[in-house]
């Protein structure tokens, strides 16, 4: 079977930091995303990881351990703008993204 | 951002009734896909594509057929809407690499009642 966990909801308060957890069991790994989505809208692209470690992107970092089958996505200096939800999602052996449902932030001044 | 629509982006429908929604692209990518959105479900998808007249099932297919007879063109059909299948209904698009990830449309909210 394939399945994604991520914590339902998460709050946080502008100018923190803040780390959002996935887990993940699937059909082979050709890679992970991350994807920010506000509500109303469409999801959009954060990341990308699809070898272990760090990859940094302004105040966005996201990490991989594939052998933990664990990812996370740090959010830094948070922003009231930064109140969405994030999706973590994961490339399969049949290239196909099995998204897991999601975490809710929500950024309180 | 790449160009991708969907149509309608709202809809309300009878029980029973056949529902066609249309996703369009204009950056000529190969691949096409159908999600839904669901309350603690996350995107699940139903059917993608992989060129024209090229299309296969997804983890959520039942109910659904799809057909691509362009590139740019990718339309889901719901054969005789059921109240389970109100939700909303995500296009996206990708070149196929994995690493450029999808792009998605802005979304289709269709309602059964």
């Known amino acids: 079977g394939q399945n994604i966990d991520q914590p339902t909801e998460m709050t946080a308060t502008e100018g923190a930091i803040v780390q959002i957890n996935c887990t993940y069991q699937?059909?082979?790994?050709?890679?992970l995303f991350w994807y920010q989505q506000h509500a109303g809208e469409a999801p959009t692209f954060l990341s990308y990881?699809?070898?272990?470690g760090l990859e940094e992107k302004g105040r966005f970092s996201s990490f991989l351990s594939r052998s933990k089958g664990y990812s996370y996505l740090l959010l830094k200096e948070l922003q009231m703008k930064d109140s969405a939800s994030y999706l973590c999602?994961?490339?399969?052996?049949?290239?196909?993204?099995?998204f897991g449902p999601g975490t809710r932030l929500s950024v309180l001044p | 951002d790449a160009g991708i629509t969907q149509s309608p982006r709202h809809k309300v429908t009878e029980t029973g009734t056949p529902v066609t929604l249309r996703c369009h692209q204009t950056?000529?990518?190969?691949?096409m896909y159908w999600y839904r959105q669901d309350p603690g479900h996350g995107l699940r998808l139903i059917h993608y594509?992989?060129?024209?007249?090229?299309?296969d099932k997804g983890e959520v297919s039942d109910g659904y057929s799809v057909s691509r007879s362009k590139t740019e063109d990718f339309l889901l059909t719901l054969e005789s809407a059921t109240s389970s299948q109100t939700s909303v209904y995500f296009c996206?698009?990708?070149?196929?690499?994995?690493?450029?990830?999808?792009?998605f449309g802005s979304g289709t909210r269709l309602t059964v009642v």
């Open positions: 996206a698009i990708s070149e196929g690499s994995t690493n450029y990830g999808y792009t």
């Open positions: 699937t059909s082979g790994f050709n890679g």
């Open positions: 990881n699809v070898l272990d």
């Open positions: 999602a994961v490339v399969n052996y049949g290239q196909n993204f099995v």
């Open positions: 950056e000529n990518h190969r691949y």
């Open positions: 594509s992989y060129g024209v007249k090229d299309t």
